[in-house]
């Protein structure tokens, strides 16, 4: 009973390396999306997607990409890590908008 | 622009005791509102979910309040127990498919809870 796996649970970056994380779900999930956590802010969100093929920005999409080839997983990449990329990565899944949202265990991302 | 405001942002309280977390929105597009649990090292974790049809959601010790006109809600826990020491995030987005907020949770700051046995 996987549920929303991220991989990598830690990673160091220099300023200006790229590096991609990775989601993926097993619950057969139409809706995905990426969020980042940051003291005092809450969960902000980055991109989502509401299926295979189709992705859209949320509220802080600079500076990350995402693309979504199949239902299961949903990768977002770092063009050019800079410090303030320094959070906590969250990837959620629900089965449509605006249900349940099932979030993974986080990367935490430290850019050096 | 925080669109989702919470308070208090830490809270404690003695066991058996109740804790009541607030947040107020800007957005009158929104018309879900969701409360999430993060456990340190978790990912946030559904707690209850209320929309506006509704003034009050009860779930065993867990309460959702709502009030529309004030564009207000909080979470009630009764009889809070230690093992209710968490981080607890409010949320809210539209389930309007014509809007810019459709679908998109915005969250609140937080609320750190310890609960002291």
């Known amino acids: 009973n996987a549920g929303v796996t991220q991989t990598p649970k830690f990673q160091v970056l220099k300023t200006g390396q790229s590096m991609t994380l990775q989601c993926a779900q097993d619950?057969?999930?139409?809706?995905m999306s990426w969020y980042r956590q940051d003291p005092g802010m809450g969960l902000r969100l980055i991109h989502y997607?509401?299926?295979?093929?189709?992705?859209d920005q949320g509220e802080v999409p600079n500076g990350y990409n995402v693309s979504r080839s199949t239902t299961e997983d949903f990768p977002l990449r770092l063009l050019s890590a800079a410090p303030s990329q320094t959070s906590v990565y969250f990837c959620?899944?629900?089965?449509?908008?605006?249900?349940?949202?099932?979030f993974g265990q986080g990367t935490r991302l430290t850019v050096v | 622009q925080q669109q989702v405001k919470q308070s208090p942002q830490s809270l404690i309280v003695q066991k058996g005791g109740i804790s009541i977390i607030n947040c107020a929105y800007e957005?009158?597009?929104?018309?879900?509102f969701p409360w999430y649990q993060q456990f340190p090292g978790k990912g946030p974790a559904l707690l209850i979910a209320i929309r506006p049809d509704v003034s009050e959601k009860k779930e065993g010790r867990f309460t959702i309040s709502f009030n529309k006109s004030a564009k207000q809600f909080s979470l009630h826990i009764m009889d809070s127990q230690p093992g209710d020491s968490a981080t607890y995030f409010c949320a809210a987005s539209s389930t309007n498919a014509g809007g810019t907020s459709y679908g998109k949770l915005t969250f609140g700051q937080g609320t750190i809870l310890t609960v002291h046995p």
């Open positions: 959620a899944s629900s089965k449509r908008m605006n249900t349940e949202a099932f």
């Open positions: 957005n009158t597009a929104f018309d879900y």
């Open positions: 619950m057969n999930h139409e809706y």
């Open positions: 997607s509401v299926g295979a093929g189709i992705t």
